[in-house]
């Protein structure tokens, strides 16, 4: 089979774990691009925490793209160009909010570019981390949220969060939920995953189901994982996923994206 699109989370999967590109990495993704596949980032981080890691693997020279918010937002690189894009409505988030509180977890969502919430915590501090973007803490979160924003997390202790996911869907089985990290429970609107968003720009550029590999190791990737040609995990996935890929590589740690394009697109 000859792939046409390789599909990799960032964090926990492409990224070290300490938020880098390893060089082994990075030049097994330049020869995959040589031989003319398409390279997409495919992550719940916000697109502004994305950009650098397109533009250190020349993904805009190579006229790929890039998904972020976990599909919400797909971003032609070449042109710098959103194509798609879609938002919770100030109604949703406020909702969200008022969930938090019931379920003592928690909440942020993006605007203008920065994390918003009414209150800190070390999980926050992660994502501040993670994304480089500015916390903006305020008073109140719905007084704040004016307008429709692209998606929100629920932060909590990774065990107690899990009951919160199942709880979650239940009282709101019109969103789109999943787990990015233990203690990060993403919500975008219905419909909302990455294997929407990949099929959406599989079938802009003519690109066969069967000629993609998608690469993650969360519950937000499973949904891609299971709708790719070739779903691989990396060897640090969720233990309760892990049978749920066609192949598993080595760790994020050990370059398992780039045993990735040795195995099945070099060969």
């Known amino acids: 089979m000859k792939y046409k699109m390789l599909v990799l989370d960032m964090d926990d999967t492409l990224l070290t774990d300490d938020h ?13 691009q040589e031989l003319g596949v398409y390279v997409v980032l495919a992550s719940g981080r916000p697109t502004l925490a994305m950009t650098s890691f397109a533009k250190e693997l020349k993904l805009d020279d190579n006229n790929s793209y890039m998904l972020s918010f976990n599909g919400a937002v797909i971003t032609d690189l070449k042109e710098d160009k959103v194509l798609f894009e879609q938002t919770l409505t100030q109604q949703q988030i406020h909702d969200l909010y008022d969930y938090s509180l019931i379920s003592k977890t928690h909440i942020i969502t993006y605007i ?77 609107q219905n419909g909302i995953d990455k294997a929407a968003s990949v099929k959406f720009l599989a079938e802009k550029l003519n690109i066969l189901q069967s000629e993609i590999i998608a690469v993650g190791n969360a519950g937000n990737d499973l949904s891609m994982i299971e709708y790719a040609g070739l779903g691989v995990w990396v060897d640090n996935v969720d233990p309760e996923l892990r049978d749920r890929a066609d192949v598993i590589v080595a760790s994020n740690n050990n370059h398992g994206v780039a045993e990735v394009v040795r195995r099945f697109i070099l060969n």
Not at 146 to 164: N, Q
Request: charged share 30%; hydrophobic share 40%; with cysteine.
């Open 20 to 32: 880098k590109i390893s060089e082994e990495n990075k030049e097994m993704l330049f020869k995959a």
């Open 112 to 188: 203008d570019g920065n994390i918003l919430s009414e209150t800190d915590s070390e999980y926050i501090e992660i994502e501040k981390t993670i994304t480089g973007l500015e916390h903006n803490k305020v008073a109140s979160f719905k007084e704040a949220v004016t307008t429709s924003a692209i998606k929100c997390i629920l932060l909590e202790e990774p065990s107690y969060l899990k009951k919160v996911e199942t709880d979650l869907k239940k009282a709101m089985p019109h969103l789109s939920v999943s787990m990015s990290k233990p203690f990060f429970l993403e919500v975008a």
